[in-house]
């Protein structure tokens, strides 16, 4: 069995190592880097293990003969030409939510970065566009911090899945103060996501609105956007780029937080995906073997250990968007992207080696009483922050 997976897809090799130990069966891994495979890889494989970044098509099932089984360490599917694998009978698998954890935390410190740097929490309403899984980590991790959220999902109000509530009130977007897009690419029907934010949409925005787009580049029209930053001013967090992995510098000169597509390369995110991937695989294949837990694999990084703040006192807006950015700092990710040439061996080179992150959830507090009123226990639980569970743990000083 050839198994052909992204060079950075982390620990796929130490848990094929653990299968082999159980079970005769020839178990082959090879890696490869870059955005596609190469025609002798593609020939070999049976099962493919993938990112975002490699494009799946009739192209590329013509040169993989082989392939029955294909995975994607992803939430979107946009990247795969679903039909055409059907039509070549090959299985697919995504990993929707496997990340939603780390898009939230970088949602929440994007807006933790600006709301320090303005002096202020952003007052007004946030609108989350797309109430899936990324969308509703984000709106949590917001609502955490202070802030008073709603969601737009018309096609989830059609469909009557309201795991939140949701509304299709297109202006009550346009007139929030931040907006946040959390929706997979659609080019055509009624629920069409592609420029989504087009010239008209973002004339309409106010000067002090925050944009943020950590979904796909092309939700946001980037030559409107462009247009738009010239004339009037516009606080905008670009993670994807409409024409990835090259970036328009125009654009990168004025937008206020750029990031190479990493918003969901936490640690737990990254390893997630390839351990659900490879439990997928295992449950198609009818396999009882047994991998070693998401759990042990964390802990055996240093970025997959908690770590420990004392919180004394009942914190203001500030010493939580500083908690935060504790965990983790959009800024580093800025600073590093422009610190480049910007070209698209940059932004790939720079997804490629990124130095995988610790998520909120890591972030173990040690409360004083103030941490025990109803108010606060919610908050901190939509911050995911760790708190001590018996109130003799509670320290009243640091």
Known sequence: ????????????????AALKRQTEMPLQLERFSGRQPSAQQLAAAHVMFIRSITRVDQKLLQQAPNLRWLGSATIGTDHVDQAALAAAGVTFHSTPGVNANAVGDYVASAIAAIAIEQQQLPTGEVAIVGAGNTGRA?????????????????????RG??????????????????????????RHGRYATHHLFDHAA??????ETILVNAS??????????????????????????????????ELLQQVTLATPHIAGHSLAGKLGGSWQLLNKWLTDQQLSLQLPSLAELLASYPQGQTTALAAPNE?????LAQWVLHCYDIREDDAALRATACTAEDFDRLRANYAVRRELNQLHLNTG?????????????????????ERSNYVTSI
């Not at 984000?138 to 059609?158: C, K, T």
């Not at 899945?161 to 659609?186: A, F, G, T, Y």
């Not at 973002?202 to 000067?207: D, F, R």
């Not at 009483?369 to 569970?389: D, G």
């Open 138 to 158: 984000a709106g949590q991790r917001l609502a955490g911090l202070g802030l008073s959220v709603h969601y737009y999902d018309p096609p989830a109000l059609a």
């Open 315 to 319: 914190p203001n807006w500030r010493e």
């Open 202 to 207: 973002l004339a309409e925005l106010k000067p």
């Open 161 to 186: 899945e309201q795991v939140v509530p949701v509304h299709d009130d297109w202006q009550r977007v346009l007139h929030s103060k931040v907006i946040s897009c959390h929706v997979p690419i659609q």
């Open 369 to 389: 009483e103030w941490a025990l009123s109803a108010l606060w226990q919610q908050r901190l639980a939509q911050l995911t922050f760790q708190m001590p569970n």
């Open 1 to 16: 069995m050839y198994i052909l997976a992204d060079a950075n897809l982390p620990e796929l090799d130490t848990l094929i």
């Open 216 to 249: 796909r580049g092309a939700v946001v029209a980037e030559q409107a956007l462009i247009e738009r930053l010239q004339h009037r001013p516009l606080t905008v967090v670009l993670d994807v780029w409409e024409h990835e992995p090259q970036m328009a510098l």
